[in-house]
């Protein structure tokens, strides 16, 4: 995972941060906690508040983990409109930034 600095007044900035609320809003829905999710899908609490935070970019993994969460207690829910192949292309455009 990458530290995320100098990115709130950037579009990939405003991407991070509907990621990150997409992702809470998941937690939510599932009725877990940061650390109750954290730990169904092997990453920290504090990791997951960060992510939800914007302030660390989650690897597709997190999100593939995440979205099977969510699939698992609120199949109907709220779906995140990034594919993983979009979030990888994501990422290597906000590395060359």
């Known amino acids: 995972m990458s530290e995320v ?13 509907a990621v990150g609320r997409q992702i809470k809003l998941w ?4 009725g877990m906690k940061q650390m109750e999710l954290g730990a169904a899908i092997g990453y920290g609490e504090e990791l997951v508040s ?15 983990k ?15 409109a990034v594919t993983p192949a979009a979030w990888t292309a994501f990422l290597t455009y906000a590395g060359r930034r």
């Not at 600095?5 to 941060?17: C, I, K, P, T, Y």
């Not at 960060?50 to 593939?64: C, N, Y």
């Not at 995440?66 to 199949?75: C, M, N, Q, T, Y």
């Open 5 to 17: 600095q100098g990115f709130e007044e950037d579009d990939s900035g405003a991407v991070l941060r």
């Open 27 to 30: 937690r939510e829905a599932a």
């Open 50 to 64: 960060a992510v939800e935070r914007a302030r660390r970019i989650p690897r597709p993994e997190f999100l593939d």
């Open 66 to 80: 995440a979205d099977r969460i969510r699939d698992s207690k609120h199949p109907h829910g709220p779906q995140l």
